[in-house]
């Protein structure tokens, strides 16, 4: 089992920044991959970014160049920051652990982006 926590969520103007945080417990060395997803009120959840255990990263289009996702060596923590915040990164951001047998999610934190 492992359990994820997130943080850092909130109200921000545009062209601001955020730093979302993902606290991991439990079988944490089960994890093969890390990844931030989002939904926003009448979308389907999207693929935000992702990390894998060697590292490597993966970046929705739409925030290539914004956001960047970083974790620690023991997976502890994942970040994602986000920055050029925009109206439309407005939504739910869900933390979600990848291992062999099943993929975990965190219950969420609101972005949201308005003057």
């Known amino acids: 089992q492992v359990q994820l926590e997130e943080s850092g969520g909130g109200l921000v103007q545009p062209g601001g920044s955020l730093r979302l945080s993902c606290a991991t417990s439990?079988?944490?060395?089960?994890?093969?991959?890390m990844g931030w997803y989002r939904q926003a009120p009448g979308k389907s959840r999207e693929l935000v970014a992702r990390?894998?255990?060697?590292?490597?990263?993966d970046y929705a289009a739409s925030v290539k160049g914004r956001f960047t996702i970083s974790r620690d060596y023991t997976w502890n923590t994942v970040h994602l920051q986000m920055n050029s915040l925009k109206a439309e990164d407005t939504a739910v951001y869900s933390c979600?652990?990848?291992?062999?047998?099943?993929?975990?999610w965190g219950q969420g934190t609101q972005v949201t982006v308005s003057s």
């Open positions: 979600n652990a990848e291992t062999s047998s099943q993929d975990y």
């Open positions: 439990g079988s944490t060395a089960s994890i093969n991959a």
């Open positions: 990390i894998t255990l060697g590292g490597s990263t």
